[in-house]
């Protein structure tokens, strides 16, 4: 299993959260999946049971520990920066796309 970008897309919309580019530091321009959010520690949280829950959804027949383990390492890729009141919460490494229907 590998985490798509329309994964992402669909477990932050049942988040509740806008997602949408962004270049943090050190990203010279390149753009990458952000969602803005009020706590970053919740919104990681969320991010993993709406991650876990549709890969299940997806293949009922995938290894629970396969599942567990592509999450881990794509939270673990997560940078934050502060916009104020708000925070962003980014992954550099996975490239925006255009948003898919």
């Known amino acids: 299993m590998e985490i798509s970008f329309e994964q992402l897309c669909y477990a932050a919309e049942g988040m509740g ?3 949408q580019a962004y270049s ?3 990203m010279y321009g390149e753009q990458c999946f952000a969602v803005e959010c009020d706590n970053v520690l919740d919104a990681i949280v969320s ?5 876990i829950a549709s890969s299940h ?3 009922p ?14 939270l673990e890729g997560a940078r934050t920066d502060s916009l104020g009141r ?3 919460l980014y992954w550099p490494k996975i490239e925006w796309q255009d948003i898919p229907h």
């Open 24 to 26: 943090g530091r050190a």
């Open 47 to 51: 991010f993993t049971a709406e991650l």
């Open 61 to 74: 027949e995938e290894d629970i520990d396969e599942i567990a383990t592509e999450v881990r390492e794509f």
């Open 86 to 88: 708000q925070q962003v």
């Open 17 to 19: 959260l806008q997602y």
């Open 57 to 59: 959804e997806n293949d």
